[in-house]
């Protein structure tokens, strides 16, 4: 069962406003990099649904969290369909993401009331997507859509919370740009986790990146 229910969850990404995206098959490795994100600030994690026995290391990452990040929600992405949804929910998931929009998906985390981000690359899903109970979706590929879909979707849907994940960088131009277009939050994946930093078990830089990207955010926010 989750640990925080959809309206806590919506308020630590409104707080943080961001949240990092990754997986890794080593259970260890995962941990250190999930409390090295809680350590820089961050509430909001998402594992990603990527490998073989993805589930078994999230269920670890999941209990890690309850007793040593106390205030982190540990969500899922990369989410296609609802019966991995359902599998992710029954092993503590608080919020399910996805690359794309898919229905079944929503009810089944709307039966939990817990929130689903589906992908959108139109005005028209995102639309569909809120009729469905989505109160955040997320435009994906950021990079291939730009500030410009954003802060262009907002004008005439001006209610819509939309998440960016795809060409989101830890650096202040890039941060800047997404939430002075109106991004609620964004997503970001490898540029948080550069290899080097993952081989050498450099944990600190990586709480001291996402510090400091924390803090872009809020200055761009202001």
Known sequence: MARFDKIQVLEKLRATAMVPVFYHSDIEVAKQVVRACYDGGVRAFEFTNR???????FAECVK???????????GVGSIVDAP???LYIQLGACF??????????AKVCNR???????????VSEIGKAQELGCDLTKVFPGDVYGPAFVKGTLAPMPWSKIMV????????????AWFKAGAFCVG???????????KNKDW???TEMCRQSLEYIAEAKR
């Open 64 to 74: 890690f969290a309850a007793k040593e990040c106390p205030e982190m929600a540990m």
């Open 84 to 86: 991995t949804a359902a």
């Open 188 to 198: 970001m994946g490898s540029k948080l986790f550069p290899k080097d930093t993952l």
């Open 112 to 122: 939990r009331l817990i929130p689903y981000v589906p992908g959108c690359g139109t």
């Open 51 to 57: 490998g073989d026995f993805a589930h078994e290391v």
């Open 204 to 206: 600190q830089h990586i």
């Open 165 to 176: 994940t795809g060409g989101v960088s830890p650096d202040k131009e890039n941060l800047t």
């Open 96 to 105: 399910v993401v996805g690359p794309l929009l898919n229905p079944d998906i």
